[in-house]
């Protein structure tokens, strides 16, 4: 088993809630290489790790040692790189978990940590958010928390980075060509994928309608055939394409704070296809261009709809942000066009499994 380090920020262990402490007492094995820090001064030296990070929030929905670890983390940014982690957090009230567990994730990504997909096990208040889980499995809320957690540690442990002979990226987006800065980045980028295969599909002039909640098993039963209720390009253009690619990178101009309506509707609809199979071998990367501000918003939508949510794989730094206003005012930032290199290089590197540390391993696609 390899070792997992995991990351409690606490003042002192018994400031973890009970609760939290019970669950991971029965979820973890007894036997299990276990290495824990409390303190943000105790992250040093944990590049190429397996971490599982466990965060307690108290009743203002806060853990002061949490968000001193935040700080480093954010101010170190090759501090877990070739890293592998998964997220646990823990609530009073039924809010504030997704939200930390976002902007850790986001933070700790551009430290140089990839995630799995579905990296988070969030416990709000009531545990109602266990609900569909445990009735699926025929336990009460409690026990669907701690087999979720089981797993978590399991699936980073088990973590191996796919690998693509012969990869393609998938790339999906509603720009306009002529004015959009989304898409003259991405045309900085597309020339250094050399060895990738790119698919184009632009989400544009309503091809894509957004979910709007057919009942599951009305949902299963065309999940089954490979097909949503509504139909549509989605169907029978993104669905195909999702299913035969390495990788799916986004071109996410910021709409308010938020993915365009077309790139959300895209998300929702996923939902049909997931539920044949999920998409834990396929990696995920995304452009934000903002602009003003708010790039790490739009990201980490990306990160709860796609990683948490749809199971894609995280790889580090999955996104590249910029900001620029005026169409074609992108090209005017110094060193835009290294960054874009550099960002192709790096979806090479992790479609090739190259980005992974040699004890991770491969799974050869």
Known sequence: MN???IICPAERP?????????????ALRPDGNY?????????????????????SLDEAGMNLEYTRMLAK????PQLFE??????????????YTKSTARDLVFAANQAGCAFPG??????????????????????DWTEAYRLAVKELAENICSYRAPRYDKP??????????????????????????????????SLRNGKIFDCTGCPYKMCMHFSEKGSCYYGGSMVEEVYPAIQECSGLLLLCPNYNDAVSANIAAFINRLTSLFRKKPFYEKYMFGIVVSGYSGGDIVASQLISGLNMNKAFLL?????????????GSIREIPGIEERASHFAAHICKVLAGMEAEPDHGHLTK
Do not use: Y
């Not at 040093?44 to 990070?53: A, K, V």
């Not at 004015?179 to 900085?188: D, K, Q």
């Open 3 to 5: 070792r997992i380090e």
């Open 14 to 26: 018994e400031a973890v809630s009970p609760r939290l402490r019970d669950i991971l007492r029965r």
């Open 35 to 55: 290495t824990w820090r409390f303190r943000a001064e105790e992250l040093e030296q944990i590049t190429g790790s397996r971490l599982l990070f466990v965060i």
């Open 73 to 76: 983390i954010r101010l170190c």
């Open 82 to 95: 070739g890293a592998v982690g998964g997220v646990i957090v823990d609530g009073v009230h039924e809010i």
């Open 118 to 139: 579905k990296s988070l096990v969030e416990a709000t208040g009531s545990l109602q958010n266990f609900r569909i889980q445990a009735r699926n499995r025929g336990v």
């Open 168 to 201: 393609n990226l998938l790339v999906l987006h509603a720009s306009h060509f002529h004015t959009s800065n989304t898409w003259t980045f991405w045309e900085m980028v597309k020339p250094g994928l050399a060895g990738v295969e790119v698919k184009e599909i």
């Open 315 to 327: 790889p580090p730094r999955f996104a590249v942000l910029e900001t620029a206003n005026e169409p």
